[in-house]
């Protein structure tokens, strides 16, 4: 790569390359001028204009390029050097993308291009969560709605449809995997993004200790255990986390393999029952409603809210859908959607009935194992056994679920320079993400055990962390109407749609902080800590400004010169890594507006403005070089350059540039593009970062 400024270059920024004697000639003209010529005089030419500029510009840049762009402004180190975080002059590059790069960059995205799963099978891998809920969510809202617990658990699943669409319209404009977090990522600053990504996080960890609570309650309904169920639970995460370790990986097949096996069970439950109950007659029925109905209509719409707000804990799994996007095939996503909501349609409300017409009303508000109970009442012990034996393997599958949810969080977010490579530090013979499993598995001991190791309180926190998940679904989609409308995608959804799912949201949260006001303090200490650990992880520089700044107070510390220096080389080594920003014109707003960004959102030092051209320099905006110059000397702490890239703009050629320059696609970010550009934001691999 050439980095010296080509003639053409020069031609481009419209600066003439003349012998220095002629740019003096040019001097003293430029100045008649300015001296005020008289009317009928002819006015300048644009070099003559822009002369004093350039002269300006030779004075404070060095001819070299070299040293750094220390600003003469008042600095906050009074005592140490205030060189700190200043950066170099940028540079004029050209380059060209030969055949044999993008071919090999055509390769590697054909290879990573695996989109295997269809809509049924894409279903069973969310399905195992959404129809195993059942398990840990019907004693939750049988204890809250009573005898309402039908209506309730089947007017929440029908509040689902609500978000369908939106949920569909938000795939169609961002089809990757990551959820809320690459929604808000491209639509908006990359703080909400990590607010986003520690709710994400949270569900996981719900999930996962959620699944191994309910798993060993349906264990202690069999045998007696010798030890307290608190260790069981713990016994069980950290023996998935060990499976993990061993390098087991998600399966489609052995998940649709578990979700036939569990539909196989809840049919075989509601027919048992449904006989059971033509045998019988209603008597159990009527006996239940009169004992638990409520005194009076108010009474039974407070329940019926109440186990409505609850009853979202029967439908967690559905959030999960958008993290399997990128492996699903195109036109597949809202055929997984259709058929995840309606066998929760018809299994949840039905199941629950069945239940009242078979159970004592005691029996089902006592009982943490209700199903299991259920089979054992209406066809016998052999019917109990299998209803327990499909619990175990569903919930430990929600376990693996929510440890391998989390390595695709975390992976996602090393990915974008939010937590250190070493995270992802694979081991040797299996190639699993040691660090991230432990760390997962640190989270989930100390959230249970800090819980009291109580069962109702993890399951409210569970139903927070989905509904925060699906508000964010309706935030999301509002955000990316506003601020990213240009995107393409089909079908287009109202966005008083989206108000009223975040109302509707907002409103069954404050459902469920006012069933348990523990559970908004227990997630909101949750998130607070966990969210300040990604911020810090993201933006590492603050904090060590802060330091530097503290040291810089304390003039005893200032002949430590060598924490200072240390502090220095840190804060170098995070902002050396480069963005790029991928420009199509050479509007200097546009520019700046870009470089804001990086400012705001990556704590980066190197920012590379990249404009591709396919053969001739005419077709260059002609103040790109010009306009970059500015904007490099408006920002004394950040680097810009400027490369010209002679290729067309594909994904094949962002591949291979990204190769060849060593930044990562993800870390290229562009504005919006329209419908009649030719590729998908998931086959660009960028980020979107303006209109």
């Keep these: 790569m050439d980095d010296k400024t080509s003639p053409e270059s020069s031609k481009v920024a419209g600066v003439s390359s003349q012998p220095a004697h002629e740019t003096v000639e040019m001097t003293t003209t430029s100045k008649e001028h300015v001296a005020g010529p008289d009317v009928g005089n002819e006015p300048p030419s644009f070099a003559q204009s822009q002369l004093h500029t350039i002269i300006r510009r030779q004075i404070a840049r060095p001819r070299d390029g070299s040293g750094v762009k220390v600003s003469k402004r008042p600095s906050r ?72 617990s039908p209506i309730s658990l089947f007017v929440a699943t029908c509040i689902l449809f609500i978000f369908r669409p939106i949920m569909v319209e938000l795939a169609s404009a961002i089809p990757v995997s990551g959820s809320n977090y690459m929604y808000l990522l491209n639509s908006t600053k990359r703080f909400a993004a990590l607010a986003a990504a520690t709710v994400t996080l949270l569900d996981n960890v719900a999930t996962a200790v959620v699944s191994a609570a309910t798993s060993t309650v349906y264990i202690q309904g069999e045998v007696d255990l010798p ?124 199941l629950m009935l069945l239940a009242f017409a078979s159970l004592p009303y005691s029996e089902i508000a006592g009982s943490p194992n209700i199903l299991s109970q259920l089979g054992y009442v209406v066809a016998g012990r052999w019917l109990r056994i299998w209803v327990t034996v499909d619990a175990c393997v569903c919930l430990c599958a929600g376990i693996l679920t929510g440890i391998i949810s989390n390595i695709a969080l975390f992976e996602r977010l090393t990915k974008d320079r939010v937590l250190p490579k070493f995270v992802m530090h694979p081991l040797p013979r299996s190639g699993a993400q040691w660090v991230s499993i432990l760390a997962f598995l640190i989270i989930c001991c100390v959230l249970f055990l800090t819980t009291g190791g109580k069962l109702q309180i993890v399951s409210l926190m569970f139903t927070t962390a989905f509904l925060a998940i699906v508000g964010l679904f309706a935030l999301s989609f509002l955000m990316i109407n506003f601020h990213r409308s240009r995107l393409p995608r089909t079908p287009r959804t109202s966005v008083w749609l989206g108000f009223f799912a975040l109302v509707l949201t907002l409103v069954m949260l404050g459902g469920n902080v006012a069933l348990d006001p523990r559970t908004i303090a227990y997630f909101a200490a949750y998130f607070a800590v966990l969210f300040a650990i990604l911020c810090l992880f993201a933006n590492p520089v603050t904090p060590l400004q802060w330091a530097y700044w503290m040291l810089d107070q304390v003039s005893v510390l200032h002949r430590r010169t060598g924490l200072a220096q240390r502090i220095v080389l840190a804060i170098t080594r995070f902002r050396r890594k480069p963005v790029a920003c991928l420009i199509k014109t050479d509007q200097v707003d546009e520019l700046l507006e870009m470089i ?68 990562p696609r993800n870390m290229m970010f562009m504005n919006s593009f329209s419908d009649s550009f030719p590729y998908g934001l998931d086959e660009m691999g960028t980020r979107i970062i303006g209109l």
């Excluded at 891998?125 to 204890?143: I, Q, T």
């Design 227 to 350: 030890f307290s169920p608190i260790w069981l639970t713990i016994l069980l995460l950290i023996l998935f986390s060990i499976v993990a370790v061993a390098g087991l990986k998600e399966s489609a097949s052995l998940a649709f393999v578990i979700l036939a096996l569990h539909i196989a069970t809840m049919l075989a439950l509601m027919i048992s029952s449904a006989v059971s109950w033509g045998v019988h007659g209603n008597a159990i029925l009527r006996h239940n409603w009169a004992i638990a109905r409520a005194p009076d209509t108010a009474g039974a719409l407070k329940s019926i809210f109440y186990g409505v707000c609850l009853s979202f804990l029967g439908m967690t799994g559905f959030e999960c859908a958008p993290d399997y996007i990128s492996s699903m095939k195109r036109g597949r996503y809202p055929l997984v959607l259709r058929n995840l909501l309606w066998p929760a349609v018809f299994l949840n409300g039905t």
């Design 596 to 663: 804001l960004y990086v400012q705001d959102n990556e704590p980066t030092s190197c920012v590379k403005l990249i404009h591709f051209y396919e053969s001739s320099i005419d077709a260059i905006p002609s103040e790109l070089e010009a306009n970059m110059h500015i904007i490099d000397e408006a920002f004394p702490h950040i680097t810009v350059d400027l490369l010209f890239v002679q290729a067309p703009f594909t994904p094949n050629a962002i591949e291979a540039l990204s190769h060849k320059i060593h930044v």
């Design 77 to 148: 180190f009074a005592n140490l050097p205030i060189e700190l975080g200043f950066a170099g002059w940028g540079k004029v590059q050209w380059t060209a993308l030969s055949h044999d790069e993008l071919a090999a960059a055509e390769a590697k995205l054909r290879d990573a291009d695996e989109k295997v799963l269809g809509h049924w099978v894409g279903a069973a891998v969310v399905g195992n969560d959404l129809l195993g809920s059942v398990f840990y969510a019907f004693p939750a809202v049988a204890v809250v709605a009573g005898i309402y």
